[in-house]
């Protein structure tokens, strides 16, 4: 899997967690916080939506630093790192 398809499945999960049907307009600098306005909840729920979508990805949260949920580009670093650990 590479970046693009990683984006697409953050997308897909993002839609979900956030319950809307329209197209987000989402791409590497969006802010998870800012622009998508998710708050401690909603991310939980896009890890745990994520977990499901990426065959292989497994998150652990004592491993999560603030830092990967500044922008869709920094979740997306995070999950190739996460995938290429296991």
Known sequence: MNA????DEIKGALSEVLN???E???NLTTSLFDELHLDSTSVLELLMTL???IEGLEIDPDDL???VFNT???LTNYIER???VV
Do not use: A, Y
Not at 4 to 7: A, H, R, V, Y
């Open 65 to 67: 630093d603030p830092d």
């Open 24 to 26: 987000l307009q989402i």
């Open 20 to 22: 809307t049907k329209e």
């Open 82 to 84: 996460q995938l290429v």
């Open 51 to 53: 977990e499901e979508r």
């Open 72 to 74: 869709v580009g920094s």
């Open 4 to 7: 693009n398809n990683f984006l």
